[in-house]
């Protein structure tokens, strides 16, 4: 029979499964046959029935418009660019501190990148919508450090009154 995840508790090991034919089955972790991921919403599955209970789970495809997308993986969850893309908008905020902005905003700019690689690996859309943004926020922090270091240099320095020395 097929049919398709409507929830997984992860805590209690057990969930439910509507099949093609609008019946819902309730299903334990136990039955579900692939160990790299844990179930969740959407995914596609063929399983055999006992009663009200789905066993013998297998997964056909996720749930999502390409149905080829990696399901979240329980053991590895930051490997789908969410986390870096989180950490590249922190570093283009942290770009703003004084002194040490160039920093922050190269460090967002390059996380960014990397959240970007990640998440077209894994084809998440989250991942590379927090990636982008934290690319252009790193560089748009990166422009107005310059602009402004340019600025405070011309003041400080004369350059512009006519006095070099």
Do not use: H
Not at 97 to 113: C, E, M, Q
């Amino acid at each position: 029979m097929k049919g398709s995840i409507l929830s997984f508790d992860q805590a209690a090991g057990s969930g439910l499964i509507r099949a093609d034919d609008g019946k819902r089955y309730q299903f334990s972790g136990q039955n579900w046959s692939d160990r790299t991921s844990a179930p969740f919403p959407g995914v596609l599955v063929d399983f055999e029935t006992s009663g009200e209970m789905a066993r013998d789970i297998i997964v056909l495809r996720t749930g999502n418009a390409a149905g080829t997308a990696a399901m979240p993986n329980a053991d590895d969850a930051a490997s789908n660019g969410n986390l870096l893309g989180g950490l590249s908008i922190a570093g283009g905020v942290l770009g703003f501190v004084p002194g040490f902005g160039f920093i922050f905003s190269v460090a967002g700019l390059v996380l960014g990148i990397l959240a970007r690689k990640q998440a077209k690996s894994t084809a998440n859309g989250t991942g590379a919508t927090l990636g982008a943004i934290g690319i252009a926020l790193s560089c748009i922090v990166f422009v107005i450090e310059i602009v402004v270091g340019i600025f405070l240099g011309a003041v400080l320095f004369g350059v512009g009154s006519g006095k070099l020395w």
